[in-house]
């Protein structure tokens, strides 16, 4: 008889890799040479001394900014520093990302200026109550972890829309929320407003109630205000996300290995000045990572290569051991139709395979130009079917259920029997909004599409009345850290219809 | 049409940018002018390149091969044109405005437009209207033609188009503009005088501005 027994659960989650071990430590190791044989240009003299007396190397200073080249130990110091798990809280300090390894959560996109009015129909300018009414869909969404402003607001004056977009997303949601700045000034004001609402500078470096959106220019180039958020949040102890957006064939190389590594490359400058400027300074490395169109020249969030590169890139964080912002749950559909929801099922299943670990852009349409309720929905209800194949099937003597078969025998059913009674409903996944009904039940219940019923939920979470997330008095105190905004942007309101 | 310039329009077609000059030179040695060969042989082919983009037949990197195939026959011609001849279809002065550091698409504009044998000046990204001024006083372009991708950043359009305006140079250029977020009511409402939805449809509103469409 045989005794080797397997008595631990081996790969029980299904995984999806595109690279091998040695093919993530070639682009790794192709990005050092790039990081210090070609260098990159930053923009901002501060970061610029302070990788200088890091030890780069700083060569071609032109009036507005220098090359700056990276010697590999540099990296590896940083490296050393850089923590491997980042935390984001809630302001209830009960929705929480820890950000390592496989542990996946998804989330919205940003600054879309165009969304989809879930009431007209129509495709129109953003404004403040959309990106609240999406804060609140996110909110009723078991499976959106963290959020971000699925609209530009844009019934407010231009400099400010950062600080009301912070405002509506907290009036609408208690989960952690990754923040985009216009500058400099609006993430400071942004951080006043977290700091209210946690209840002080002390609470938010317990837990960060936000994360910052920066973003390279690829290729190899970092911007004054990227290098300048990137210090602030660095002294702050704000986790930030630092993700180029090279477009391959574009802005990076056509082939996808040259892609990650010039992406990487863009990341590690990050990591390495972060780390320079604070050590165990939190940080997430990503993942907006596409290619053009060729034909359209646009910046495609559906293809399917942008699903590859994405898997690439956290096969090489996961190695490299940072937390990974991963893109999925967007389309290139202009509407939510069959279009938009095969794309999210294909990037939202890649991603949750490779176990990207901050999934975001849930609710893009149109390349991130436009946003839409309908598309969180449905990406809500693919993610959950995704998470159904993560469980997989674990093989154990349990669940083998040799007894079970052999209790019922040839001929017999299971549908009685205890072990399908106290199991089914973990194991046999069900969605709210998918149909299995048979066709007479379809037919005499109006003959909903899977459109109609998203729709449907939608119009319901924007109808059911909530609690208010922020009392009256927090409501007013951050409500005027945005006006004070205002009153130093004065003059320059948009006039709203110019821009429909 | 002689067999050479089909050859001509077919290799720029092809993007044959190695045998441009070769091709070129021996339809100066059959006796065809310079005049003759740019209109009849590269044009045509630049056309045809044109139609084939729009109807999808070609992409992106392959119209800009084209247009390079083109200019590298050009160098040869370009000496031998005359004078009112060798002119571009216009100039064109090229630059993401202030605050906006998103530049593909503006370079992307950019090539296409030299693809339809525009002399473009590009100033970059993050332009300020000043700077739009003194380049359009040193370069004097047929059309200014600016790129914003950012809603903070497309007011900077309607600035820059008040700064030529105060400058008293507003009637000596059209201007065109684009970017994502923008869209022609937001081209009619600061006053711009055409707006273009990406690079090819940016490239034939040139050509319409100048009278060359
Ligand atoms: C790549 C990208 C970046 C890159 C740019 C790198 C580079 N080298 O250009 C980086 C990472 C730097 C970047 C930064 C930011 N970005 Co960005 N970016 C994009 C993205 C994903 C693609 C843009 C692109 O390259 N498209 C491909 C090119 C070829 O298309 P195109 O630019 O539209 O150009 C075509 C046409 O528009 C037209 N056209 C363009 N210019 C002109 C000019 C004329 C005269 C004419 C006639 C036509 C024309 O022809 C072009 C060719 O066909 C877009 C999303 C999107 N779908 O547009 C966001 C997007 C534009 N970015 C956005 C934002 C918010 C930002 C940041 C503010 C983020 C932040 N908070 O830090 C920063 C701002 C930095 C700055 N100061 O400029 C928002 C804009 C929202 C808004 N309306 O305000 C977008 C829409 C994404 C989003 N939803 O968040 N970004």
């Known amino acids: 008889m045989q005794v080797k027994k397997t008595n631990y659960t081996v790969n029980a989650t299904p995984t999806f890799e595109v690279l091998t071990e040695e093919e993530i430590e070639a682009i790794y190791f192709s990005a050092l040479r790039v990081l210090y044989e070609t260098g990159v240009r930053v923009y901002e003299e501060e970061g610029v001394e302070i990788a200088h007396s890091g030890g780069a190397i700083v060569e071609d200073t032109t009036d507005d900014s220098s090359l700056v080249k990276i010697p590999p130990w540099m990296v590896d110091k940083a490296l050393a520093t850089l923590p491997r798990k980042v935390v984001v809280v809630g302001p209830d300090r009960e929705h929480r990302m820890e950000l390592y390894k496989n542990q996946i959560y998804f989330g919205a996109g940003s600054d879309t200026p165009f969304t989809w009015d879930p009431y007209t129909g129509e495709r129109r300018r953003a404004t403040y109550e959309d990106v609240k009414n999406f804060a609140k869909i996110a909110q009723a969404m078991p499976n959106m972890d963290f959020h971000m402003s699925l609209g530009i607001v844009q019934d407010v004056n231009v400099g400010t829309y950062d600080r009301w977009q912070y405002l509506a997303m907290l009036e609408g949601t208690t989960k952690p929320i990754n923040i985009t700045a216009v500058d400099l000034d609006g993430l400071q004001d942004q951080l006043e407003m977290a700091y209210v609402r946690v209840g002080g500078k002390e609470e938010f470096e317990k837990g960060p109630i936000f994360s910052l959106y920066i973003e390279p220019v690829s290729p190899l180039s970092h911007s004054e205000e990227v290098i300048q958020k990137l210090l602030f949040a660095t002294d702050n102890g704000i986790p930030f996300v630092y993700t180029p957006c090279p477009l391959a064939g574009a802005t990076a190389p056509c082939t996808l290995a040259g892609t990650a590594v010039q992406a990487l490359t863009e990341s590690l400058f990050g990591i390495v000045l972060s780390q320079l400027r604070k050590p165990g300074a939190p940080m997430i490395i990503g993942g907006l990572m596409s290619n053009m169109d060729m034909r359209t020249t646009v910046y495609c969030y559906g293809s399917p290569e942008m699903a590859l590169l994405s898997a690439a890139y956290t096969q090489i964080t996961k190695w490299l051991g940072v937390p990974m912002y991963e893109t999925a749950g967007c389309s290139d559909a202009k509407m939510f139709d069959e279009q938009a929801v095969l794309e999210a099922t294909f990037n939202a299943t890649t991603a949750a395979l490779t176990g990207g670990n901050m999934i975001h852009d849930v609710g893009y349409l149109e390349q991130g130009l436009t946003s839409s309720m309908e598309m969180m929905v449905a990406t809500n209800e693919i993610v959950d079917r995704v998470k159904r194949i993560l469980r997989g099937i674990p093989v154990t003597d349990e669940t083998k259920a040799l007894d079970v078969i052999e209790d019922v025998g040839p001929g017999g059913h299971y549908l009685e029997h205890d072990h399908t009674y106290t199991r089914f409903k973990d194991l046999i996944w069900q969605g709210p909004l998918t149909d299995r009904q048979n066709w007479e039940n379809w037919d005499l219940a109006g003959r909903k599409t899977f459109r109609d019923r998203v729709h449907a939920r939608v119009l319901e979470i924007l109808e059911t009345e909530t609690e208010p997330l922020i009392d009256e008095d927090m409501y007013k105190e951050l409500r005027q850290i945005c006006e004070l905004a205002d009153e130093r942007h004065k003059g320059e309101e948009l006039d709203f219809d110019m821009f429909v | 049409m002689s067999d050479t310039l089909e050859r001509l329009a077919t290799a720029v077609v092809e993007g044959n940018v190695d045998s441009m000059e070769e091709l070129a030179q021996e339809a100066l040695d059959e006796g065809l002018s310079a005049q003759e060969i740019l209109n009849d042989g590269l044009m045509g082919g630049m056309n045809h390149v044109g139609k084939e983009f729009k109807a999808g037949n070609m992409f992106v990197p392959e119209v800009l091969r084209s247009a390079k195939a083109m200019k590298e026959a050009m160098k040869l011609l370009e000496p031998m044109l005359a004078a009112g001849e060798a002119q ?112 090819a449809s940016a490239s034939d509103l040139a050509k319409e501005f100048v009278g060359a469409a």
């Open chain 2, 88 to 199: 571009a279809t216009g100039k064109i002065l090229l630059g993401t405005v202030k605050g906006d550091l998103h530049d593909i698409g503006k370079n992307l504009v950019g090539m296409m437009c030299e693809g339809a044998g525009f002399d473009v000046r590009d100033l970059g990204t993050d332009v300020e209207p000043d700077q739009f001024l003194s380049a359009i006083k040193e370069f004097e372009p047929d059309i200014v033609g600016m790129s914003a991708l950012l809603t903070t950043t497309m007011r900077a359009m309607g600035d820059t188009i008040k700064a030529i305006e105060e400058a008293g140079l507003r009637d000596q250029v059209k201007v065109m503009i684009g970017g994502a977020p923008v869209t022609q009511r937001f081209a009619d409402d600061i006053g711009a005088d055409g707006y273009a939805a990406n690079a």
